[in-house]
């Protein structure tokens, strides 16, 4: 497959001649004038990192995560001879387009044509390529520089390999010593490469990739140091939105291959019945009438889990049948008696009126800032409101489904997962094998949103291929994906402010009560933890002098899992409603009331501002990701302005805000909602998004549109409720999706342009968190009604 | 045993006659083009054509279609190159993909019917496809581009 890799890789150990002694490889030499005084003389052959074709080095996150960032343009890249430029990529394709966007940053950078370059995606290997866990809106943000890196060094790689081709005379290329002033060198190049190809600057004569692919591979790997990057102005891909994505033509054509796309010889595909309530399990069941099915040929009880178990599957009893309607039929055919188990008393209705009790008592204090009893006991006047939002289920298009074969001591597994790695290490647990023995290949997902991170789907597959000895498709029909869900957490919020006599807010509280996503993975404490805190809670940016952020008791009886933005959720939901009614009660204009609250332009100090000691920045090294009022405070003016902000609306419309700072990304949404006949339309969404440098602005619009999309849908339809432990919704009828009839029909997207020194950052999650308070602040401007829990309906009462 | 025509050709299918279609499709024809969603009629990414009308193949049975002509998204176009298809690829619609087929089937449907349909045709005709990933925008603009060249 990778034709030249397996060869390079052989040859690459003993490739990395010590830099002195490498030919050619320098594109530059310096005037002797540079050469003045007396240093130390650390060689850095030529590759002359001046200003303008450099980037400062910056830590990321991804360093931290398990198996860090891998850096080899011969793990990522390879060439073959007909001058096909082959790039992997290692991260999840759930539709953000980073299976896209990260190969065309490498290929941007190494000079590749991109109408030449094959996209390959990685098996679950993180020892080879890194992390792959393809969440947090991470895969932009901690693989940008990775990916110029490899892509710069293959383009030396090239350059060296035409130096050699050539037989080009190197020995005037001086070396440069590292005390040497770049303003003071004089590059004297000896070759440049082009688009797909290398010219020889002395003779103009060129060659294309292709014929420099054996000896490029076989090219020392140039250390950062030795690099020289592409000025900005020289991109052709990055930051352009000029490439779509790798799997256009398939998907259209229908021939992009999904997780229940792959169809193994002898395969069998099983449907499962599974505890209604998490950790039940069947006490009898009668399968005489699934039996009876056309193709319907054993059925067999899976092990049980209950929580905390990570991602292992829930058990029941599986239907295994030679064709995936039969194996429905006999599933929904089955007569089983549960046993609901510990949380068979889980109802929400009653669950979220103790949440409320709970917000109004102390919480545990994760911030303490100034000195909020004083703050509180010396008030003119008090405002507080309560928000909240139901459990969600992430329902991608595709629900999950997995193929596994495993037989002779190995299991091969094809799934559309979002942590392929991760898949692999609990697969090789659950079957009792090693993790060498364990194949993961990542199909695309057909959505991921989180719930795909989890693949206790993956799991139960390879448990049934390994019972019954031939490979096995798990599939799960939607009913299954609305029910057995990993969910978003349920919350309150609950928001308390001391005023002054003049209406400044002196003092604010926030009590933020939710099961914790945790409890799947260990003893649930009761309390949320750091990863939740740091989303929008503790981090909040207002300028106030006395701040305290608490978190109330709230266990968990369901599977709580990270759904899309997470925690930021219901935080941004109930800080920027919020500030909206604070508004309105003290008279204020809304956008106005919000750029007082955030304040002076500043970066916040954690420290100083009473931030807990655990403070989450989305796992970023704070000073190279800061929170900055400036950059918010820009958003929000802009995508404010671009909607007309405080312009005379007709009768039944308005405007709402609302501006969050998530996975170091900056969104404002400014939603602009029109009531007809009780019903809430939006026509009109503005989403002004800062992610630092934009590397895709095409798919940057895509999510923010898509985000708009799912905004709405949360705020107005998305309520997973729980009766005696089990869900009461199944489907799209009674879990419904915005759809054509009412979406927001116009979203405009305004990027705040960097330049590359401006770190970039995700926006897979981003653009979510503001669209449910920006909704119900419009509609409160259009209607006088205020709206605090979600979802809230399509339909206004009353 | 179910006789049918599939992309222009006759097909038996051994099976029973109260399959869904989809699965029939899916599994035993290899027309991995057209999705599973959910088994309702719901959500539309089981999108094909019946005597060139749209229908939802998770609803449908074998017995349903017998002596009919289906169409799926591997008939749609020899070539992949249905206005529908181009329009998409010139928008960029699709994020993660998977509802697409249903969307184009359903708009092809739409197109064949009434070529020339105004936005409130388009948005009705397309209110049974789902998009999770919230394409909508982008799929209204390419039907309104496969429609009238704009």
Redesign the interface.
Known sequence: MLSYLAQAQDTHAHSRRATEQAPGLTIAKVSRRGFLGTGAAVFALAAFARPSNAFERYPVGGEEMPHGIVTDPLVFVSIDPDGTVTIVAHRSEMGTGSRTSLPMVLADEMGADWSRVKIVQAEGDEPKYGNQDTDGSRSMRHHIQSMRQMGASVRHMLSVAAAEHWDLDTSDVVRIEQWAAPDQAVETELVEVLEHEVRNLATGETIGFGDLAELAMRAPVPAFEELRFRDEGQFRYIGKGNVSIYDLRDITTGTAIYGGDVMLPGMKVAAIARPPVVGGRPVRFDATAARAIPGVERVLGLPGSTMPAKFAPLGGVAVIATNTDAAIKGRDALEIEWEAGPHGSYNSEAFTAEMRETAKKPGQVLRDEGDIDGAFASAAKTFARDYTQAHMAHAMMEPPVAVASVADGRAEIWAPVQSPYGTRQDIAEALGMAVEDVEVHVTLLGGGFGRKSKCDYAIEAALLSQKTGTPVKVQWTREDDIRHSFYHTTSVERIEVALDDAGKVTGWRHNSVAPSIAATFGPDSGHQFFIENGMGHVDMPFEIANVRCENGEAMAHTRIGWFRSVSNVPRAWAVQSFAAELAHELGRDEREMLLELIGSDRTLDPKAQGFPEDFWNYGEVYEEYPIDTARLKHVLNVAADAAGWGSELPEGEGIGLAVHRSFVTYVATAARVKIVDGRIRVPEVHMAVDCGFAANPERIRSQMEGAAVMGMTLALHSGITFEDGAVVQSNFNDYEMVRSTNYPENVVTHIVEHPFSVHAAGVGEPGVPPIAPAIANAVFNATGKRLRDLPFGETLEG | MATLTINGQEREID??GD??L???L???E???????????G??G?CTVHIDGTAVRSCITTLDDVAGRAVT???GLSPD?EHPL?VA??EM?V????????GQ?MQAASLLAENPKPSDAE???A???????????????AAVRSAATGA
Do not use: H
């Open positions: 099976a029973p399959m869904w989809l699965w029939a899916r599994d035993l290899g027309l991995t083009g057209t999705k599973y969603g959910c088994g309702a719901l959500c990414a799926t998204i591997e992949g298809q998409w690829r960029n699709p994020q993660c993909g998977f509802c697409q087929v184009i388009i948005l009705d397309m209110s049974g496809n789902i998009c999770r990933c919230g394409c909508y925008q982008r799929i209204t």
